[in-house]
């Protein structure tokens, strides 16, 4: 694939809208579909992922030059889990409260294939600023995915919103479990599919 | 080959640049995280014994740590307790050996004061001129005695036991007759949403109030959270708050006294593992600390406690 030619604003609405990493690409459904259980947990999460992603995606882009093609994904992966690490250990100790509401998530991190996938699709082929605004895009499509599914989860699942009741009851605990999320995240990606199959459709029309 | 060779190098050349700034980060932030840890800790002991930012606690207030390691001396084993004493005018701490069956056996002055035995390396130090060379010492668990003017008014117990995933480290509160005062989940790695409701009120403060003897036989039962239980349990009895009115309170209270533990829908194995955790926690240090009293009442040593 050669470098992109889409311009920033592009990039970031591409990560949300066209290929956004859970709907479309289909990418990092373990914590989309394990931890989006509340809107507060799916936003911490959302937040650090936006974090490593432009961190490593920038990273990855300064050093692609030097990188042996054949160790790539090693590279890849040491990078990330640098900055976890690094990520995970600046919390600690220099914002404590952040630290206590993240910091299980930022561990988890490591594994996201979104990561490693972006590096290689993108980050690898990519100028620093055009890999920043991806990244940004990609960040941003996750948490507005994880948001989506835990304003739903945790409001049929729990008749609480952020933390304050808002239905009084429990509809239904069902949502809560991880089989929802699945149902919940396959239902997302038909809605998407509709929606962009009815904007080409405009589209084409107005052509 | 030459390939390689080179990937070989490349790879190992990458994972030294890592570890080199991993290692890097972990020098500048190690000591803040250190500090922003035991800050954590001070808050939850102060917190369980009742103590806030609105109610802070008095100057009366005195908190002692007694440190438990097991000593092996050529295939014996023995344990000793790390004391807070009374050295004339000054507080020091001493260090008690008794054998496996609570008898004392003797006792060693050590040079260490109590800032200084909040760190495990400080404690070491002072440790090895005290013992003989074949001696072998591992460090077990700690406790904290709250007490007030001369009185122990609580018990602290840092402890850790297996969860649903990995481990839970907690920290129990007992009463001087080994009643539950509360109880804080300090770290864990159950699931998010799950498990992790381990650490909300209402699953934690079902276990204040609950006997010693209601303790020891402490299970699970699944069933839904009653919802007046859980407004208790929310507010704690907490009146002015627009919840319960005096009278539920006491009713509640007594209600629920001598259930189970009710456990948290979709986590029953996390809320099992912390009873029986809290449980074994509870019963190990009412057996530990009757026997570290006998021996220090027979050893005749000065504890502060």
């Known amino acids: 694939m050669p470098a992109t030619t889409k311009t920033n604003t592009q990039l970031v609405i591409n990560g949300l809208l066209n290929e956004n990493p859970i709907f479309r690409l289909a990418l990092s459904m373990c914590p989309a579909v394990g931890i989006s259980t509340t ?37 890849y992966t040491l990078t990330i889990a640098t900055w976890v690490t690094v990520i995970d250990l600046v919390l600690a100790a220099f914002l404590p409260v952040a630290y206590k509401a993240m910091g299980i998530f930022v561990r988890l991190i490591v594994a996201f294939a979104i990561i490693t996938m972006r590096l290689e699709v993108f980050a690898c082929r990519n100028t620093v600023v055009a890999s920043f605004w991806d990244g940004v895009g990609m960040g941003f499509g996750f948490m507005f995915g994880m948001v989506a599914l835990g304003a ?56 | 080959m030459r390939e390689i060779l080179k990937i070989t190098i490349a790879l190992t050349v990458s994972c030294l640049l890592a570890g080199l700034v991993i290692g890097t980060t972990f020098i500048f932030t190690a000591k803040a995280k250190q500090h922003n840890e035991h800050l954590n800790v001070q808050q939850t002991m102060f917190g ?18 007694v440190y438990r390691y097991i000593v092996e001396e ?8 790390m004391v807070p004493v009374q050295k004339g005018s000054v507080e020091g701490y001493a260090f008690i050996v008794l054998d496996l069956k609570g008898r004392f056996l003797e006792s060693y002055d050590l040079g ?3 800032e200084e035995a909040l760190s495990a390396e400080d404690r070491k130090k002072a440790l090895a001129p005290v013992l003989k060379d ?47 005062l509360g109880l804080e989940v300090i770290e864990h790695e159950e699931d998010p949403g799950l498990g992790g409701e381990i650490t909300q009120d209402y699953f934690k403060n079902q276990f204040v109030g609950k006997s010693f003897e209601k303790l020891k036989k402490l299970t699970v ?44 829908t979709g986590a029953t194995i996390s809320s099992a593992a912390v009873t029986s955790g809290v449980v074994g926690m509870a019963k190990k240090f009412a057996y530990r600390v009757q026997i570290l009293d006998q021996a220090v009442e027979k050893g005749d040593v000065p504890v502060l406690f």
């Open chain 2, 74 to 81: 050529n295939d014996a084993m023995s344990m000793g307790y």
């Open chain 1, 39 to 75: 809107v507060a947990n799916g936003l911490l999460l959302g937040v650090a992922v936006l974090f490593v992603q432009v961190f490593s995606s920038c990273t990855i882009s300064l050093i692609k030059d030097h990188i042996h093609p054949r160790i790539r994904i090693p590279t």
């Open chain 2, 134 to 180: 074949s001696a072998e010492i591992s460090f077990a668990d700690a406790m904290i005695i709250a007490c007030m003017e001369e009185e122990r008014t609580a018990y602290l117990l840092p402890g850790e036991f297996p969860g649903f995933k990995t481990f839970i480290k907690a920290m129990v509160a007992l009463d001087p007759h080994f009643q539950i």
């Open chain 1, 152 to 207: 739903v989860r945790e409001v049929l699942g729990m008749g609480t919103f952020l933390g304050y009741d808002v239905l009084g009851f429990r509809p239904m605990l069902f949502f809560v479990l991880p089989a929802a999320g699945f149902f919940l995240v396959g239902f997302m990606m038909a809605v998407f599919n509709f929606v962009e199959t009815a904007y080409n459709r405009r589209a084409k029309r107005g052509l």
């Open chain 2, 48 to 65: 369980l014994l009742g103590y806030s930012k609105q109610r802070p606690a008095p100057p009366e207030l005195r908190l002692y740590s």
């Open chain 2, 112 to 114: 260490l004061t109590a």
């Open chain 2, 221 to 264: 039962i699944k069933e839904p959270l009653p919802e007046d239980y859980k407004l208790y349990l929310e507010t704690m009895g907490n009146t002015e708050e627009g919840g319960l009115s005096a009278r539920e309170v006491e009713r509640i209270q007594k209600h629920y006294q001598d259930k189970d533990i009710y456990a948290l």
